[in-house]
């Protein structure tokens, strides 16, 4: 039994010895307009930013507001100095109403996340 222990403390100080990015995966951090607020402006994108880097070629954002209707959408713009910023430009006005975002994305380290909030349009 003393043997596991020993074994598992070692195999954890090997695991904090290596560098968080090679663990990490790409966790939303903050979006605009954030999540369950009610926004009374007028928006023409999206804004998600993570936690890592992403890969725009193999993330997505599905927009969709009442009776699970998406909403139609530019393609993703990926900005930021380490790429952590996903922008969704929005083809035309949000009428008043919930609207639910699902995002997915691969981490430039090669990980999936996914994810969903919602927000309101007053």
Request: hydrophobic fraction near 45%.
């Amino acid at each position: 039994m003393k043997m596991c222990k020993k074994a598992l403390l070692a195999f954890s100080l090997f695991l904090g010895g290596i560098p968080s990015v090679a663990l990490a995966h790409a966790h939303l951090v903050t979006q605009r307009p954030a999540a369950d607020s009610v926004v009374t402006s007028e928006t023409d994108r999206l804004t998600l930013i993570f936690s890592e880097g992403v890969e725009r070629a193999f993330s997505g954002v599905i927009i969709t507001g009442a009776g699970q209707k998406e909403i139609s959408t530019g393609a993703l713009i990926v900005s930021g100095e380490h790429h952590t910023h996903v922008q969704v430009p929005l083809k035309a006005k949000l009428a008043p109403g919930q609207y639910q975002v699902a995002w997915r994305v691969v981490s430039v380290d090669g990980h999936k996340t996914q994810g969903q909030y919602h927000f309101s349009i007053k």
